[in-house]
């Protein structure tokens, strides 16, 4: 996937995938291929690693290089030793969810608050990126056990998709800016503890991988099927596939 993607920004002449994008919308979409944004979602990573050892140098490639062809990782895990440290210096964007180790927390999180908070409350954790954020993460369902969770998450996505053929809102043309040095890819989790604002994870060329990490019970795979939801409902030029 990385090798064509390079090999389509060679034939464009263009250095990377905003750039690809900005040229395509520029040129005349239908005349050029499409380049969607890809998300590659793997929970349990240490389970992963174990399984598919043999493919942890393509997995590499892809870390190091996928900023720059589009292409970004969310990896789950459920203590600092399942991911090797070539790949934890890649993921500066991390959501850290109860630890049971207050070594996890130090590696993952810079600081042991992690290991301290309530096992009461799943979902509970902070967002680092550019500044360190406590958060609540929750599935928009609620279900008695996590078969029931899928099946009202599937009925979910299917509503809104459903709403979302049905009415042809017209909006006010956006107006047209000059492009940026980069745009990200925001997939809205939750809201800040204190502010109330949404929490939102920035996959972009400057933090293009994210890190979850959190013990048994802490929240990750529902973490994972919110940033799916995200995704299912996001919209943009280059609309991401997962």
């Not at 996959?203 to 979850?212: D, K, Q, R, Y």
Request: proline share 6%; hydrophobic share 40%; aromatic share 6%.
């Amino acid at each position: 996937m990385i090798e064509e993607r390079k090999q389509i920004c060679m034939n464009y002449q263009v250095d990377d995938f905003l750039a690809y994008q900005r040229y395509r919308q520029s040129n005349g979409a239908p005349a050029l291929p499409e380049l969607p944004a890809v998300v590659l979602v793997i929970d349990r990573f240490s389970e992963f690693r174990q399984a598919h050892e043999k493919d942890m140098e393509i997995l590499l490639a892809i870390a190091r290089q996928g900023r720059t062809y589009g292409v970004y990782l969310v990896v789950t895990l459920d203590r600092s030793g399942g991911l090797p440290m070539q790949f934890t210096s890649l993921m500066e964007l991390r959501i850290i969810l109860r630890l049971v180790e207050t070594t996890d927390s130090l590696i993952l999180l810079g600081k042991n608050d992690a290991a301290n908070l309530d096992p009461a409350q799943p979902g509970r954790g902070y967002k680092r990126g550019k500044t360190l954020q406590e958060v609540q993460i929750a599935l928009p369902v609620v279900g008695e056990d996590e078969d029931e969770q899928n099946q009202q998450l599937d009925q979910l996505i299917t509503a809104v998709a459903k709403e979302a053929e049905a009415y042809h809102v017209q909006h006010a043309p956006a107006i047209r800016l000059l492009p940026g040095p980069s745009a990200a890819l925001h997939l809205h989790l939750g809201i800040e503890e204190l502010s109330l604002l949404p929490i939102a994870l920035e996959l972009s060329p400057e933090t293009p991988h994210v890190l979850v990490a959190g013990g048994p019970g802490s929240g990750r795979t529902n973490l994972l099927h919110i940033c799916l939801f995200a995704l299912a409902n996001h919209q943009s030029s280059w609309s991401p596939s997962v």
